[in-house]
């Protein structure tokens, strides 16, 4: 059986058992799926046909042998002559080969092809000598495919493909087609059976891309039935109250920007409203870039919620961002009718109290705070709506969930992390995603420059440019491990050195990770309030903060970052009037190491660079953690496969739709994978 532990299987045991679970091999049907990484072609040529960087194998007689002493040991040299030219074969470190290889002898060998002194030469080929005379080798002959298995030293790849060649006849037998001949058809997928034993053992060429192609349909159409199913419980059963939008409540709201919304603003709105008008709880994600608008946009569906007498929260990270929020806010509504309340810890007790007595008395119609003290503390009347924003920590996704009976509020969740839509459509697959892919118009683009190591001082002259103009500066480094103390005395070290003799005329202020919150805002507002020309930060700066001043950032080891990361951070200056820079202080000169730089210094679209970032470093570090929750991926690729990823979304959400306990006859075989795979995300499938 599959599902039996692969130690039971010939040729494994308990020591190997061991060995085959460091790469994650546990049970047969892991064994089964544990794919070669790559294949090595081996064809038959004569010499004169050798094409060097080819694995190829030649046949011919050995005219001639030397042997000599290498810094690397003993070597053997060898020519070997065929009926169309001579080829060079070199083993280093060799002293057994010495008596098999000898003039005359009639030989096979097999090796990569390299080109030395002008001859063809394989380096160590594996070599079989043949009593008689051989015959020429038959090129048409089809090529051999040599599987390469991701391996270890002690469970070489050669051990693997000879474990699984053994068993992977009568293994495959067991392999299950899990689809109608019709849907593979439609799809151009070729047969489940075929597509594994074609990934160890290809015949020909093609044969591992169309294998690939219908493995990873499975991976992908698996992970999006576990995702939809997951949506579907999350959603069944949950109401909310509708909260409809018409052209006078529109009117009056848009009344209140004192500027024309962007046509991807409005695009949201539409979204928004169609959501907020259901009597379901809207789960929308608005995603953008940090500018482009999204506050406005939250802004409105509150304001819907107001007008249909219910109340919203406005929930940001930071207590600094909570009181950005409100005064924006307050400046957008002056002189409305509506009742906005602020919540955050720095009230005073009595001040709190009155808050939360006017929020349960249902005398607040708009509520902004931390997450933690609204979701702690409040009852509210009637919520409708509730808008997380700068959600940007995907992997722990903490959801609102505020207290209350009856129906459940509607969900806006705001980020600045752009997702490339791929991605969200797995991530998020409980959320809807709508992006405002476009920044009020008037911005000057920040600019941007990757700078060596024989530049930094000059990019240092060019911020303390901006601040004797009265501007300000944002300098960030970065630690790996706030709680490493080397780290931080480096980090301490930079920040004594940039303070005395970078910025010696200016006031420096610092913050870090290890600081009590308390304090880091203190340095924060005092850098708002321009009390401070320079921030020097060694953690993250809060995503979010608007200081109009802020025209320059310095990030020491851009290195070290994600693209996106410090896309979101470049996003903290130029807010105002003046023109934003931003310098990258590499640490090395290579122009290859600084290429992955540069995209920020060609681009300013944040979904370009993250699907850099996610082509570069993969989904975990675009997602600022490893545990986001994705199933493990070992054919499909989640940038390369965009197409199949949309095309296993839509069959996912038809099967889904149409028989969502699987218990359908010709859903049998998804429901076994599905209920062995992934039983933690759906554990109501075996329930039914
Ligand atoms: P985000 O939350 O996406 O970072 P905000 O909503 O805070 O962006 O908007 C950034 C700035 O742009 C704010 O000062 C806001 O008033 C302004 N703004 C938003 N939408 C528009 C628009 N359509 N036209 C002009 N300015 C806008
Ligand atoms: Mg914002």
Redesign the pocket.
Known sequence: MLSDEVQYLPGVGPRRAALLARLGVRTVRDLVEYFPARHEKQEARHIENLEEGMTATVAGKIVAVSRRFTRRGPAISATLMDNTGRASLTWFHAGWMADRIERGAQVRATGKVSVFQNLAQMVNPKIEVIGEDVTPVDESAPARFVPVYPAIAELPSRVIAKLIGDNLGRLLDQVEEWYPPAYLRERKLCGRRWAVQSMHRPAKDNDVASARRRLAYDELLCMQIAVSLARRRLRAGVEAHALPCNAEIDRRIRRR?G????AA?DRAIRAITTDMARPRPMNRLLQ?????????VALYAALVAVANGRQAAIMAPTELLACQHHR?ITQYLANSRVRVVLLVGRMSASERREALERIEAGEADLVVGTHALIQESVRFARLGLVVVDEQHRFGVRQRATIRGKGPSPHYLI?T?TPIPRTLAMTVFGDLDVTT?DEL??GRSPIVTRVVPPAQHASAWAAVQTRLALGEQAYVVYPLVDESDKVEMKAAKTEFERIRNQVFSKWKVGLVHGRMNTDDREAAMRDFAAGKLQVLVSTTVIEV?I?VPAATCMVIEHAERFGLSQLHQLRGRVGRGRGRGYCFLLAASDGAAENERLAVLARTTDGFRIAEEDLRLRGPGELLGTRQHGLPELRVADLVADGDLLRMAQRDAESIVHEDSRLAAPEHAALRRVLAEKYEPAIGFLSAG
């Open positions: 920007f500027f024309a919304l962007t603003q953008g870039d940090v500018g482009c608008g999204k506050t406005v924006s705001m600045a405002i009020p118009p979010g608007d």
